[in-house]
């Protein structure tokens, strides 16, 4: 048998959007076409080039901070959440606003609420400065101190080590949380876990997905943007379970078709935040380098969906009840 007839891609899933995700977006898509353009979005809605490019075309204005909006005009924050002074700051300047955070980042927020009104400790695992960690570090800034990685435990100071909890960015690596999650139990062995597992369900299954392929590829290529903590996770964890390489791309185009020298069996998956039309160029591409053998790799169904924010759905009934 030729290398040639060997050649075959293992497509993950889950991969791509999570139910965020499509929240989010579906929720500047129907904001454009309720109020018209523009419509302001603070950041990035998702860590995406594709997906905001393509909303700029429909009439979506992003900006860095609400004071670039106009007084009065409509904003939509992202899924990554903010912190409650960005609230205050859009009301003080009158600004209709329709928050877009990710449910499964609301309830991050609700237990930094929770852990802080204890009076406790609470330690963050998440990378300083993602808008994620800024959205909940800003619930409760007196008692929360943002942890990057397990070697950062040591430089991690308490008031009372008996009073210590920990949350985590929904974005992660799940065995690197476990390992910085074990660093602090062993330093603070009173440490109280979140009532539940704060890595929301999509990044667990997509990195699930891959570690149970990386070991059968020569290649993994995850599509996403390399400001996507999820997506560039998924790199990472493709080398840990045992892929020979492995390489993040924001579309098909910037594909190295060096990368495939000597390769039989490519993987292929996507960050959270990434539309499916953009798997699919990279598997034609991939086709018509030989590797039109497809086969999934199935580790876990979605079925899980969140309705439109309140603000937006008040307006759609209004105006389908009108």
Known sequence: MTATNRRR????????????????VVTVEKALEQYGAPIYVRKQIVHNTHVVSTLEKRGAVFVEETDE????????FSAHGVAP????????????????????????????KRFASEDRDIILIGHTGHEEVEGTSG?????IQVVDGPDE???????????????????????????????????????????????CYATSNRQDAVKEMAAECDLVIVVGSD???NSVRLVEVALEAGATD????DNASLMDETWLESVETVGVTSGASVPDILVQDLLERLANSGYADVQDVETATERLTFSMPKELRRDLRAEAAG
Do not use: M
């Open 9 to 24: 891609v293992l497509l993950a899933k889950p991969r791509g959007y999570c139910a965020g995700v499509d929240r989010a």
């Open 246 to 249: 492995a390489h993040l791309i």
């Open 227 to 229: 400001n996507s903590s």
């Open 153 to 199: 435990v040591d430089k991690v100071e308490v008031r009372n080590p008996d009073n210590v909890s920990w949350l985590s960015q929904t974005t992660l690596s799940v065995d690197e949380t476990n390992t910085t999650v074990e660093a602090l139990r062993s330093k603070f062995p009173n440490l109280l876990d979140p009532p539940s597992d704060d890595i």
């Open 139 to 143: 619930e409760a800034p007196e008692h």
């Open 69 to 76: 909006v106009p007084e009065g005009a409509i904003v939509v």
């Open 85 to 112: 002074k960005v609230h205050e700051e859009a009301e003080r300047r009158q600004l209709k606003t329709i928050d877009a955070t990710c449910p499964l980042v609301t309830k991050v927020h609700k237990e930094a």
